[in-house]
């Protein structure tokens, strides 16, 4: 009975509270507005490589990267939005599928969603892939259409599977009898180019276009055009506007940060039955972002980066609080062989290692060991509670965080 009384409360204080939010929908990121500030130069661009699809003709492979939140999945989506519109307009067989390999994960999943782009029925699972693309291929040259597969987040899947889906789909023109097809591969990592094969470079990248972060001021005038859009008049306060952009600038320049900022300090705002987004109720929102935003980063790793986050976890519970890419590597291929995945070769886990670096999951720093030359140091860059607490539900990593690698026991042995 308790329980309910405190809803009533709640629910109650919530009806009776000061509006904030006009149309919250508007500041999440799914979101397409009818105008992108400061993206005009991109638009303009990548318009044009798609131009030719009017005149039923095929138009270039692109590769589009830039760090996230800089406007790179809106552009693509307002681009071909309209595209599309036009195509009907004029009577061109074009469709576009959209594919986020962080969700899509494996290639039988994308190709069953390029399937059923061309309204080819495949089961959830059971064939295999050849199969499926083979199916795929069919059914695009029966419908005899022009078809753009945007591929976002294109190097996760790449990083886990490796680039013979790329190679096959950037082959398949040569194949195909009466449709034509074209890529469109987003990426968030600058590097991710390093890891493709060359054959595939040249053919993905005919034509790239580079999106540089937001300013200050530029994620001010798309914070201003959402909110008229988003809050209700006179809901934020012009301080509470520009310390929301001067935040969202300091880091790369993300326009999705900004607008989750925004948003989660006008959801505060509500809470407290307040009529105006404060600079406190920012504050706020920034400290909760930050601890949900590194809880969503654990959760979407690769199953192999999470396990060499698992042990430099390990090495950070057993009292190494720096450790080394050597000692890494050793409980990474101890727990791959628990697991039952295939290790990767140190090279590579030294590129993992850099990748969780980045994104702040660990942080390393070279220091000189006098005559023996310098090492790099690794540990963990956030609470080993968060570690503990997410890859506890996770149920192919969760035994990791209570396990004791041999290695280091029989090292602790050797030194005793």
């Known amino acids: 009975m308790q329980n309910i009384n405190v809803l009533d409360e709640v629910f109650e204080r ?11 929908n508007v500041l999440r990121h799914d979101y397409i507005p009818d105008r992108l500030p400061h993206r005009e130069e991109q638009i303009r661009y990548f318009g044009e490589i798609v131009a030719p699809v009017l005149k039923t003709d095929r138009c270039s492979n692109i590769f589009i990267y830039g760090k996230t939140g800089t406007g ?58 050849g199969e499926l693309f083979d199916r795929f291929k069919a059914g695009l040259d029966a419908a005899a259409a022009l078809l753009i597969v945007v591929l976002d987040e294109v190097d996760e899947l790449v990083k886990a599977r490796g680039d013979m889906l790329l190679y096959e789909l950037t082959r398949m023109n040569e194949s195909l009898i009466k449709s034509k097809l074209s890529l469109v591969g987003i990426s968030n990592d600058l590097r991710f180019k390093e890891l493709l094969d060359p054959r595939v470079l040249s053919s993905l990248s005919e034509e790239e276009i580079v999106f540089r972060p937001y300013n200050a001021t530029e994620l001010g005038d798309i914070l201003l055009e959402r909110c008229k859009l988003a809050l209700c008049e006179g809901a934020l306060s012009e301080g509470a506007l520009s310390l929301c952009a001067a935040l969202a600038a300091a880091e790369h320049g993300d326009a999705r940060r900004a607008l989750d900022l925004l948003r989660v300090a006008g959801e505060v705002a509500e809470r407290e039955g307040a009529a105006r987004i404060t600079d406190e109720h920012i504050r706020v929102a920034e400290k909760r972002i930050e601890h949900d935003r590194i809880i969503d980063a654990l959760k979407n790793l690769t199953p192999h980066s999470k396990l060499v986050l698992a042990s430099v976890y390990l090495l950070n519970k057993a009292n190494v609080a720096s450790a080394i890419t050597g000692d890494i590597y050793e409980v990474y291929c101890e727990l791959c062989e628990l697991t039952d995945y295939t290790a990767l070769t140190q090279r590579r886990v030294s590129g993992l290692i850099n990748e969780l670096d980045v994104i702040g999951l660990l942080n390393s720093s070279v220091v000189s060991m006098g005559r023996y030359g310098r090492t790099k140091k690794i540990r963990l860059g956030i609470a080993r509670g968060l570690v503990k607490e997410v890859f506890a539900g996770d149920e192919r990593v969760a035994c990791l965080v209570e396990y004791s690698p041999k290695c280091l026991t029989d090292a602790s042995n050797r030194r005793s």
Not at 14 to 24: D, I, L, P, Q
Not at 80 to 97: A, D, E, H, S, Y
């Open 72 to 129: 790179k999945t809106a552009v693509i989506k307002y681009v071909l939005n309209k595209l599309m519109g036009k195509t009907q307009t004029l009577g061109v067989p074009l469709r576009v599928c959209y594919v986020n390999c962080r969700l899509t994960g494996t290639e039988y999943r994308l190709f069953a969603s390029l399937c059923n782009a061309m309204n080819v029925k495949v089961p959830f699972t059971g064939l295999a892939v």
């Open 14 to 24: 919530a009806v009776k509270s000061a509006r904030v939010f006009k149309n919250r």
